[in-house]
């Protein structure tokens, strides 16, 4: 490992889009059918809504008739459950009496629902018609606001809304959801290819004659389908195999199950479709999540490694009867390879998919020696397959899910997209003392590190702080030792900085809670003044206790600037906060700056209230 590590010059080498010329001769390749030709991609409902026919209005629910052949794609937000028969949901199998909470945005392909039987339903009570009905669904109204992001953040104003004309027709009710019946320009839906089903079907029918551990790894180009291949996999597995599920998602810039700057093993227990916004739903469990603090891996490679270690170390100690299914960043060459080479040294893979737009291998087939043991998928990526196009850049999908992150209240289970501006902030006292004695006993904020900044530079860490995402962590206490006190670096207007190093060498038992966004450092009151959707209530016990102590790391996550100064204000201040109850806007000057270590910050005054 060693020798490929010496060559990080090498490090910053974008990934071709093209695949490799090079024809594999390593492992035998399963033969499944590599058919390079595109289907149709299905952007809108194969079929039209009348009323009293196949659907019937209510005041926040609709009922729907689905005949064999039906396919429905729907955008917006809604709970799914089948009445009679059972639905096929992007690969998952939904049954009678079951139901599903769905988020469907213009961020992912649009879910795609199908009646999963060709069996006529018997004695139909709800539909008096002369068709032949297989399943029959209730579609509900959520109304949780999150339509009102785009509020906030109008990069974002299509999440939902279309420029086509798309309506449930012949009705004036009102629901969070919208059947698409006219093509939706440049979406389609996740309707699944044979190959990949093949794929599946052989993993699947292998997987059941074995009880041991197996991991599923997926590789390729960037925007070539990884995270929609691994959805649909874990998808069908949920609906088939008794196997625990758990998915390895190493991707900090476009994670699918954790925070974007981390690094997570979740255990998947109900399906992956839609928008997945893993903090406002049970789709998941969280196994251990790590802060990287990076939207790419090669900024600090090494940590990298060693954070993803501790995850893997999880991994291998996973009971039998276990699938763990890796979510790989889209890089095959440079670091991209180093990753897959540690993993592949690790960890037994059992499955090997590539995805590429032609059959030929990828450089990363080559370059690794896998074991023989280490089965070869090769399938068409997914923009191969269909006409699906992104919309949103992976800056703007960042910011979306960072901002979904802290404006999310967990106690009514619903969206406030006013600026945070317009809260009072949480304030979290900190000390300034390097005495062991005293740090061991304090019940707040011990320090904070900046990753990949100068222990000796101090010039510009208060403001490194302002207005920027931190993340919350947590030691146990009996891991702090008097050699702590020699990496803290004192500084009369701010928190105790700690050298990185030593944080770095705690990792194993840091526990990341969550990010908050910095609103300002009080230096008279010794306090931090910060917003986060956090639950503080364990923590603070745990703080009083003496049982762990609290840090604050900083990577290098943008914040948007619409958190802090909202772009509505430059074209209408007066009627933009009036909305809001207030007159002007608060707490923060028009000021910008690049000049500080961390990014850009605005300036604060603290006439502000706090709780």
């Given at each position: 490992m060693?020798?490929?590590?010496s060559?990080f010059?090498?490090?910053?080498?974008?990934?071709?889009?093209?695949?490799?010329?090079?024809?594999g001769?390593?492992?035998v390749?399963?033969?499944?059918?590599?058919?390079?030709t595109?289907?149709?991609?299905?952007n809108?409902?194969?079929?039209s809504?009348?009323?009293g026919?196949?659907v019937?209005y209510h005041h926040?629910?609709?009922?729907?008739?689905?005949?064999?052949?039906?396919i429905?794609?729907?955008?917006?937000?809604?709970?799914i459950?089948?009445?009679?028969g059972?639905?096929l949901?992007?690969?998952?199998t939904?049954?009678q009496g079951?139901?599903?909470?769905?988020?469907a945005?213009?961020i992912n392909?649009?879910?795609?629902?199908?009646?999963?039987?060709?069996?006529?339903?018997?004695?139909?009570?709800?539909?008096?018609s002369?068709?032949t009905y297989?399943?029959?669904i209730?579609?509900?109204n959520?109304?949780n606001h999150?339509?009102?992001?785009?509020?906030?953040?109008?990069?974002?104003?299509?999440?939902?809304?279309?420029e086509?004309s798309?309506s449930?027709?012949?009705?004036?009710l009102?629901?969070?959801?919208t059947?698409?019946?006219?093509?939706?320009?440049n979406?389609?839906?996740?309707?699944?290819h044979?190959?990949?089903?093949?794929i599946?079907?052989s993993i699947i029918?292998?997987?059941?004659?074995?009880?041991?551990h197996?991991?599923?790894?997926?590789?390729g180009n960037?925007n070539?389908?990884?995270?929609?291949?691994?959805k649909?996999?874990?998808?069908?597995l949920l609906?088939?195999?008794?196997?625990?599920?758990?998915l390895?998602?190493?991707?900090p810039?476009?994670?699918?199950l954790?925070l974007p700057?981390?690094?997570?093993?979740?255990?998947?227990?109900?399906?992956?479709?839609?928008?997945i916004?893993?903090?406002?739903?049970?789709t998941?469990?969280?196994?251990?999540t790590?802060?990287?603090?990076?939207?790419?891996?090669?900024?600090?490679?090494?940590?990298?490694?060693?954070?993803?270690?501790?995850?893997?170390?999880?991994?291998?100690s996973?009971?039998?009867?276990?699938?763990?299914?890796?979510?790989?960043p889209?890089w095959?060459?440079?670091?991209?390879?180093?990753i897959?080479?540690?993993?592949?040294?690790?960890?037994?893979?059992?499955?090997?998919?590539?995805?590429?737009?032609?059959?030929k291998?990828?450089?990363i087939?080559?370059?690794?020696?896998?074991?023989?043991e280490?089965?070869?998928?090769?399938?068409?990526?997914?923009?191969?397959?269909?006409?699906?196009?992104?919309?949103?850049s992976?800056a703007v999908?960042?910011?979306?899910?960072?901002?979904?992150?802290?404006?999310?209240?967990?106690?009514?289970?619903?969206?406030?997209?006013?600026?945070?501006?317009?809260n009072?902030?949480?304030?979290?006292?900190?000390?300034?003392?390097?005495?062991?004695?005293?740090l061991i006993?304090?019940?707040?904020?011990?320090?904070?590190?900046?990753?990949?900044?100068p222990?000796s530079?101090?010039?510009?860490?208060?403001e490194s702080?302002?207005?920027?995402y931190?993340?919350i962590?947590?030691?146990?206490?009996?891991?702090?030792?008097?050699?702590f006190?020699?990496?803290?670096?004192?500084?009369?207007?701010?928190?105790?900085?700690?050298?990185?190093?030593?944080?770095h060498?705690l990792s194993?038992?840091?526990?990341?809670?969550?990010?908050?966004?910095?609103h300002?450092?009080?230096?008279?009151?010794?306090?931090?003044?910060?917003y986060?959707?956090?639950?503080?209530t364990?923590?603070?016990?745990?703080?009083?206790?003496?049982?762990?102590?609290?840090?604050?790391?900083?990577?290098?996550?943008?914040?948007?600037?619409?958190?802090i100064?909202?772009?509505?204000?430059?074209?209408?201040?007066a009627?933009?906060?009036?909305s809001?109850?207030l007159?002007?806007?608060?707490?923060?000057?028009?000021?910008?700056?690049?000049?500080?270590?961390?990014?850009?910050?605005?300036?604060?005054?603290r006439?502000?209230?706090?709780?």
């Amino acid at each position: 490992m060693t020798t490929r590590l010496s060559a990080f010059a090498a490090l910053n080498n974008s990934d071709s889009d093209s695949d490799s010329d090079s024809e594999g001769e390593g492992n035998v390749v399963d033969n499944v059918t590599f058919e390079n030709t595109a289907i149709t991609p299905l952007n809108n409902s194969n079929f039209s809504l009348r009323e009293g026919v196949n659907v019937q209005y209510h005041h926040d629910y609709i009922l729907l008739a689905l005949q064999s052949d039906d396919i429905l794609v729907i955008k917006g937000r809604y709970s799914i459950s089948v009445i009679q028969g059972s639905v096929l949901i992007d690969g998952y199998t939904l049954v009678q009496g079951k139901s599903l909470k769905i988020n469907a945005s213009s961020i992912n392909s649009l879910p795609s629902i199908q009646s999963n039987s060709s069996i006529p339903i018997e004695n139909d009570s709800i539909f008096s018609s002369t068709n032949t009905y297989t399943s029959i669904i209730k579609l509900e109204n959520i109304d949780n606001h999150f339509d009102e992001i785009s509020n906030l953040y109008s990069h974002v104003k299509y999440l939902y809304n279309s420029e086509i004309s798309n309506s449930l027709q012949n009705t004036s009710l009102s629901y969070t959801f919208t059947i698409i019946i006219e093509p939706e320009l440049n979406k389609s839906s996740t309707l699944l290819h044979q190959q990949w089903l093949n794929i599946f079907q052989s993993i699947i029918n292998e997987s059941s004659m074995s009880i041991n551990h197996q991991s599923i790894l997926t590789i390729g180009n960037k925007n070539t389908g990884k995270s929609t291949f691994s959805k649909l996999l874990i998808n069908t597995l949920l609906s088939i195999s008794n196997k625990k599920i758990q998915l390895l998602d190493i991707d900090p810039g476009q994670p699918e199950l954790c925070l974007p700057g981390c690094i997570s093993l979740t255990q998947i227990t109900s399906p992956l479709i839609g928008t997945i916004l893993p903090w406002e739903n049970n789709t998941a469990t969280s196994i251990l999540t790590k802060f990287i603090g990076f939207s790419s891996p090669n900024h600090q490679p090494l940590k990298y490694l060693k954070q993803l270690d501790h995850l893997i170390d999880n991994i291998l100690s996973s009971s039998n009867n276990t699938i763990t299914i890796i979510n790989s960043p889209g890089w095959v060459k440079g670091f991209g390879t180093e990753i897959i080479s540690h993993l592949k040294n690790k960890l037994s893979i059992t499955y090997l998919i590539q995805l590429s737009h032609t059959n030929k291998d990828l450089d990363i087939l080559q370059s690794i020696e896998w074991d023989y043991e280490t089965k070869i998928f090769k399938a068409l990526s997914f923009s191969s397959l269909s006409l699906n196009f992104n919309l949103y850049s992976p800056a703007v999908i960042r910011n979306f899910k960072l901002l979904s992150y802290m404006h999310y209240n967990h106690e009514n289970k619903n969206y406030n997209f006013k600026p945070l501006l317009s809260n009072s902030p949480l304030k979290v006292s900190y000390i300034t003392s390097k005495d062991y004695s005293l740090l061991i006993n304090y019940p707040g904020i011990l320090g904070f590190t900046i990753f990949d900044h100068p222990f000796s530079y101090t010039e510009g860490l208060h403001e490194s702080l302002e207005c920027q995402y931190v993340a919350i962590v947590t030691i146990p206490s009996t891991s702090l030792t008097t050699k702590f006190s020699s990496n803290i670096l004192k500084h009369e207007n701010c928190p105790n900085y700690i050298n990185e190093t030593i944080l770095h060498s705690l990792s194993p038992h840091i526990k990341f809670h969550g990010l908050a966004l910095i609103h300002s450092i009080d230096t008279k009151n010794n306090t931090i003044n910060m917003y986060t959707p956090i639950d503080f209530t364990n923590i603070r016990d745990n703080l009083l206790n003496n049982n762990e102590k609290l840090f604050i790391l900083k990577g290098r996550e943008d914040t948007p600037i619409e958190e802090i100064y909202p772009v509505q204000i430059l074209k209408d201040s007066a009627s933009y906060w009036s909305s809001f109850g207030l007159d002007a806007l608060p707490y923060v000057s028009a000021s910008l700056s690049n000049e500080v270590m961390g990014g850009k910050i605005s300036t604060i005054r603290r006439n502000i209230q706090r709780r």
